[in-house]
């Protein structure tokens, strides 16, 4: 229906009289009671109209915002920042996104600029008290969503930022050569694989699983591993060792893949993982035993060492393994403090590395 003059926040109904006329009844749109003028012609004009309209607009309490929690949430599954993010981020995200729109799922949205509304997530939050990480995941992941529907306009504001609570540090976990001979010997040759690949290169288990001959370069004094790593999206330049070189030329030639599964098929990250774990957990190496928890992750601090011995700096070790300085340097000091056999020989690198980078 054409809108003529009408203000945007006019909204207008026809309406047939008992006497066969017709007449006209102005509102205001989307609130209730909020009529305020009559009249046959579809579009007035008289000055009195506007008046009318701009005393209703003056009376009439703020538009209510309808847009309900879970409609946002959808729209932000659907929005290009979302789409930006890597596929297994998109994952965890989307797991987490779907079971805040659940539980607030029949709330407007609006309800996230009140300062009270933090107290409800929090609650909401807490069914996961049990676990840290995923407790602090929750709270990312609402963050996250309630800053995009700022930006978007379609709130205001929220006070649903929340300090971290989970804390890593794994820093004094390694694998010893020991532990390494320990699982190679009892496993079978497709998880010894995965773990000496891991030590000598110190990649995360997602870049372990697409490992392939295609990241494989030469150099002019051997070959090196080039791939762009998942989780930061830049390119990582690793030296293979002979340990390496050995697993790369066993590899058979009509595969691809430098890991696989048991059936010789691709791998999973979590598959790399249990494989290792369970094997781990036969040669002995529970956590029970050891007192920590040991895991293919842990296998980077054996690789800064190896680096090390490779002639690497210090810098160049934190590049490939995406740490700062401090953290390189004291993931191989600790490796060589539980290594009795190389603490001389790798402090004296680590002492020269230190005075180099100085």
């Given at each position: 229906?054409?809108r003529g003059n009408l203000p945007s926040e006019v909204h207008r109904v026809k309406a047939k009289l008992v006497d066969g006329t017709v007449c006209y009844y102005f509102s205001l749109r989307g609130r209730k009671g909020t009529g305020?003028?009559?009249?046959?012609?579809?579009?007035?004009?008289?000055?009195?109209?506007?008046?009318?309209?701009?005393?209703?607009?003056?009376?009439?309490?703020?538009?209510?915002?309808?847009?309900?929690?879970?409609?946002?949430?959808?729209?932000?599954?659907?929005?290009?920042?979302?789409?930006?993010?890597?596929?297994?981020?998109?994952?965890?995200?989307?797991?987490?996104?779907?079971?805040?729109?659940?539980?607030?799922?029949?709330?407007?949205?609006?309800?996230?600029?009140?300062?009270?509304?933090?107290?409800?997530?929090?609650?909401?939050?807490?069914?996961?008290?049990?676990?840290?990480?995923?407790?602090?995941?929750?709270?990312?992941?609402?963050?996250?969503?309630?800053?995009?529907?700022?930006?978007?306009?379609?709130?205001?504001?929220?006070?649903?930022?929340?300090?971290?609570?989970?804390?890593?540090?794994?820093?004094?976990?390694?694998?010893?050569?020991?532990?390494?001979?320990?699982?190679?010997?009892?496993?079978?040759?497709?998880?010894?694989?995965?773990?000496?690949?891991?030590?000598?290169?110190?990649?995360?288990?997602?870049?372990?699983?697409?490992?392939s001959k295609a990241h494989i370069e030469p150099t002019p004094g051997g070959r090196r591993i080039r791939i762009r790593t998942n989780k930061r999206g830049k390119s990582a330049f690793v030296p293979v060792s002979q340990a390496m070189?050995?697993?790369?030329?066993?590899?058979?030639?009509?595969?691809?893949?430098?890991?696989?599964?048991?059936?010789?098929?691709?791998?999973?990250?979590?598959?790399?993982?249990?494989?290792?774990?369970?094997?781990?957990?036969?040669?002995?190496?529970?956590?029970?035993?050891?007192?920590?928890?040991?895991?293919?992750?842990?296998?980077?601090?054996?690789?800064?060492?190896?680096?090390?011995?490779?002639?690497?700096?210090?810098?160049?070790?934190?590049?490939?393994?995406?740490?700062?300085?401090?953290?390189?340097?004291?993931?191989?000091?600790?490796?060589?403090?539980?290594?009795?056999?190389?603490?001389?020989?790798?402090?004296?690198?680590?002492?020269?590395?230190?005075?180099?980078?100085?």
């Amino acid at each position: 229906m054409p809108r003529g003059n009408l203000p945007s926040e006019v909204h207008r109904v026809k309406a047939k009289l008992v006497d066969g006329t017709v007449c006209y009844y102005f509102s205001l749109r989307g609130r209730k009671g909020t009529g305020f003028w009559k009249d046959a012609r579809p579009f007035p004009k008289s000055p009195n109209f506007f008046t009318a309209y701009s005393a209703a607009m003056a009376r009439a309490s703020p538009k209510p915002n309808t847009l309900m929690t879970e409609a946002v949430v959808d729209a932000y599954i659907s929005s290009a920042e979302f789409l930006s993010l890597k596929p297994r981020t998109q994952s965890d995200y989307r797991r987490w996104a779907m079971r805040f729109a659940v539980e607030f799922e029949s709330d407007p949205v609006v309800m996230f600029e009140d300062a009270a509304s933090r107290a409800e997530v929090n609650q909401w939050r807490s069914k996961w008290n049990y676990s840290p990480k995923q407790y602090d995941y929750a709270g990312t992941v609402v963050t996250r969503i309630l800053n995009w529907a700022r930006e978007q306009g379609k709130i205001a504001e929220h006070h649903c930022s929340f300090a971290k609570v989970y804390r890593s540090d794994r820093s004094d976990v390694v694998w010893t050569p020991d532990q390494v001979v320990a699982v190679c010997e009892r496993a079978p040759e497709w998880v010894g694989r995965i773990l000496v690949t891991a030590c000598e290169t110190g990649m995360r288990p997602g870049d372990l699983v697409r490992l392939s001959k295609a990241h494989i370069e030469p150099t002019p004094g051997g070959r090196r591993i080039r791939i762009r790593t998942n989780k930061r999206g830049k390119s990582a330049f690793v030296p293979v060792s002979q340990a390496m070189a050995e697993i790369i030329d066993a590899t058979p030639s009509d595969r691809l893949l430098i890991l696989a599964n048991a059936s010789g098929g691709p791998l999973t990250e979590h598959r790399a993982s249990e494989g290792v774990r369970q094997w781990r957990n036969k040669a002995g190496l529970t956590p029970n035993r050891l007192g920590y928890d040991l895991r293919l992750y842990d296998a980077r601090g054996t690789a800064a060492t190896h680096l090390l011995r490779a002639g690497l700096s210090l810098a160049q070790i934190a590049g490939c393994m995406g740490w700062s300085l401090r953290t390189a340097a004291a993931m191989i000091e600790r490796y060589a403090q539980i290594s009795p056999d190389e603490t001389d020989a790798v402090l004296t690198l680590l002492s020269t590395a230190k005075e180099g980078r100085t």
